[in-house]
């Protein structure tokens, strides 16, 4: 059973920066590829980004590629996700979740543990 506990979010502005976090409770951590999904209000949950256990390998949303930026820490069970110039279609709680899959997808159902998310709010 892996616990996923994120952190970070909060209320911003558009044209701002803000980081979200995500602390992992298992010592296997390395061996998760993990990915950040995102769920705006009345929307399906859309995936964000995802990176491999080694974090050799980035994925990205279209609509984030450019400003967004995933990393992990595997010494300190951490996933990282740098969100840069937001605007208000980056509002929605973002949830980061881990995959056993042996490669990192943007395929919700290959998640297996998933985080209860942090609200990101971007006002105009």
């Known amino acids: 059973q892996v616990q996923l506990s994120e952190s970070g979010g909060g209320l911003v502005q558009a044209g701002d920066s803000l980081k979200v976090s995500c602390a992992a409770s298992?010592?296997?951590?390395?061996?998760?590829?993990m990915g950040w999904f995102r769920q705006a209000p009345g929307k399906e949950r859309e995936f964000v980004s995802s990176?491999?256990?080694?974090?050799?390998?980035?994925y990205y949303a279209d609509s984030v590629k450019g400003r967004f930026t995933i990393s992990r820490d595997n010494a300190k069970n951490t996933v990282n996700l740098q969100m840069n110039s937001l605007n208000r279609e980056d509002t929605a709680v973002y949830y980061c979740?881990?995959?056993?899959?042996?490669?990192?997808?943007?395929?919700?159902?290959?998640?297996?543990?998933w985080g209860h998310g942090t609200q990101v709010t971007v006002s105009s």
């Open positions: 990176i491999s256990r080694s974090g050799g390998l980035t």
């Open positions: 979740a881990a995959s056993i899959v042996d490669n990192p997808t943007f395929a919700r159902r290959a998640y297996t543990y």
């Open positions: 298992t010592p296997t951590f390395s061996s998760y590829n």
